[in-house]
């Protein structure tokens, strides 16, 4: 269930743009802040642009760019968390401590630390969330392989002599699978609402790309009216977190 | 008070120091990694580079990194957090005041919040498995998993757009009376509220749960003995600690929301002025007020970690 809803918002984000009525750029319309109509099913925003449109690529950006910093995050993460069960001592002991330091670091802080030091741009936000979600990753598989690794059937590799990359990739990983997909899945929603938080207050993403935080604080004045430019990027955050805290959090309690 | 434990909560006292040598360090290095570059952002394109050069000079950027470092540390340690880039400002000044308000703002939401999470955790973990606690499971999810903007947008569009309740701005600097300062304070501090009563209420179900369906909790029901006894009697004594975990690491949530409902409100603390002071690239004040935030949240997850450790001496004594 929350690997098909991840197909779902990842083919959205795909083809989303080839989809959209118009460009994300023009002005199709004189009227502010239209409410839903045939001619716009979404209505218009601040400026008479296509909201449906702009959402289209604003859920793209959002989802792609959290995709692309969770794998980086969570690819680091597991496999230096993979290394640090296996080989224990002091790779262990240096990692772990430096990993603690690094998480001891409220998330949206260190977001706003980057963007005032390297400007706010598109490499510099996924490197950035990559750097602050590695952690995370990397204490959860060091916990599950710290439990994979006391198994027998790793001492039987060892004792053939396997090398480090065949025991990590071959015989850790393979055995906590399920519970690493369920940790990139949660990193993927805290990546969703630091990327929109930092848009909302205007050092995420600059224009003229959107995401969808920052839809949603250029429209904010059309709360006033009820209008569907603000209402419908806000809601899409909501589906797009919520429903995957759920499927994640169902599978959890089935198990 | 066992010499045992007096060593495990110096270790982790230490363990705490270090991150924050950590969290200094790497901020400030984090935020001189490209020298020439404030500069050139300070003055914009059309600078000479002359004037580029003599600020520099002016800023010590032309000075080695370890140097300015020290000089930086020295003057941090000494109470003198340095000169605002845009406003030429002392940062001390700009950020005493600011301080103070957040501090204001961040106390009346713990007053409400706590108490509010403590009564909605309980009531779920008592009524596990109801339509109450399922209802109350689901919205506490949604709060701890969309962003905190969307809670604030979401208030607003509530009590200040539809119901005419309350102002969307807070304005603290003309309050006069009991009314005003309520006008001023509840949509913050709602807000706010609403993004740890999630996580608080969660978490204080989770630990009420674990005592209630304990083995000494189900003897005492066989026993006949009545539910107010039994939560005064058996379930307080066990759950004060492992609750106290837990309020403070909610109050550590408190941060990342303080940024959001700051700037949705303007409401005029240090969380705002930071924003502001990252949009303007004012490294100074950046850094002054990331450590503050920093020193700020490694005291509450010590807190909760050492509370964590009293209680585990309890359990093991008992």
Redesign the interface.
């Given at each position: 269930m929350p690997v098909l809803l991840a197909l779902f918002w990842l083919l959205l984000a795909v083809i989303g743009p080839f989809i959209a009525p118009s460009t994300p750029g023009e002005v199709v319309s004189s009227t502010v802040f239209a409410p839903i109509s045939t001619a716009h099913l979404l209505g218009t925003d601040y400026l008479g642009r296509d909201v449906l449109t702009r959402l289209l690529f604003g859920t793209s950006s959002t989802v792609l760019l959290c995709a692309v910093a969770t794998v980086l995050a969570c690819s680091a993460g597991t496999f230096l968390g993979m290394m640090a069960a296996l080989k224990q001592g002091l790779t262990d002991t240096l990692l772990s401590?430096f990993m603690?330091?690094v998480i001891?670091?409220?998330?949206?802080?260190s977001g706003?630390?980057?963007?005032?030091?390297?400007?706010s741009s598109v490499p510099v936000l996924v490197l950035a969330m990559a750097c602050i979600y590695m952690p995370g990753s990397y204490r959860t598989s060091r916990m599950l392989a710290l439990s994979v690794v006391r198994k027998d059937f790793i001492l039987v590799a060892r004792m053939r002599g396997e090398k480090t990359g065949y025991l990590v990739l071959r015989e850790i990983l393979p055995n906590m699978t399920g519970p690493v997909l369920a940790d990139v899945g949660l990193r993927f929603?805290y990546a969703?609402?630091?990327l929109?938080?930092l848009s909302?207050?205007?050092?995420g993403l600059q224009p003229p790309q959107t995401d969808l935080?920052s839809l949603?604080r250029e429209n904010?004045l059309g709360?006033?009216y009820?209008a569907p430019a603000?209402i419908a990027p806000?809601l899409t955050?909501?589906v797009l977190?919520?429903g995957?805290?759920?499927a994640l959090?169902g599978k959890g309690q089935r198990r | 008070m066992t010499a045992q434990l007096g060593k495990a909560i110096a270790r982790r006292l230490g363990a705490s120091l270090v991150s924050l040598v950590f969290v200094v360090v790497s901020v400030f290095f984090i935020t001189s990694a490209l020298p020439g570059d404030v500069a050139e952002a300070l003055l914009g394109q059309a600078a000479t580079p002359d004037a580029i050069a003599s600020l520099r000079h002016s800023l010590r950027l032309d000075q080695p990194v370890l140097v300015r470092f020290a000089g930086w540390a020295g003057g941090f340690l000494s109470g003198d957090f340095g000169t605002s880039l845009v406003s030429h400002q002392p940062v001390l000044n700009m950020v005493h005041d600011r301080l103070l308000h957040s501090l204001l703002l961040a106390g009346i939401t713990t007053l409400f919040a706590v108490p509010a999470a403590l009564l909605l955790g309980t009531l779920s973990a008592i009524f596990r498995n109801t339509l109450f606690d399922r209802t109350i499971s689901l919205l506490t999810l949604c709060v701890v998993s969309v962003p905190e903007f969307l809670i604030a947008t979401l208030a607003v569009l509530v009590f200040a757009v539809q119901l005419h309740l309350l102002p969307a701005l807070a304005s603290i600097s003309d309050i006069h009376s009991i009314g005003s300062f309520l006008a001023a304070f509840s949509m913050p501090v709602a807000t706010l509220g609403c993004v740890i009563v999630g996580q608080m209420a969660r978490m204080t179900r989770a630990v009420m749960v674990n005592v209630l369906s304990s083995s000494w909790v189900e003897m005492a029901m066989l026993k006949g003995v009545s539910p107010a006894f039994i939560i005064l009697r058996h379930v307080l004594p066990n759950v004060i600690a492992p609750l106290f975990n837990v309020i403070a690491l909610s109050l550590s949530y408190l941060l990342g929301g303080v940024v959001i409902v700051e700037s949705v409100f303007h409401y005029p603390g240090i969380a705002s002025l930071m924003v502001d002071s990252v949009a303007s690239r004012d490294i100074p004040l950046v850094q002054t007020c990331a450590i503050i935030f920093c020193a700020a949240y490694l005291l509450l997850t010590t807190l909760a970690d050492i509370v964590a450790l009293f209680s585990s001496q309890e359990r093991a004594r008992a």
């Open positions: 401590r603690d330091g001891s670091i409220p998330s949206l802080l706003l630390v980057a963007v005032a030091t390297f400007g929603i969703v609402r630091l929109s938080n909302f207050l205007g050092v935080g949603t904010l709360l006033v009820g603000v806000a955050i909501a977190t919520v995957l805290n759920l959090d | -």
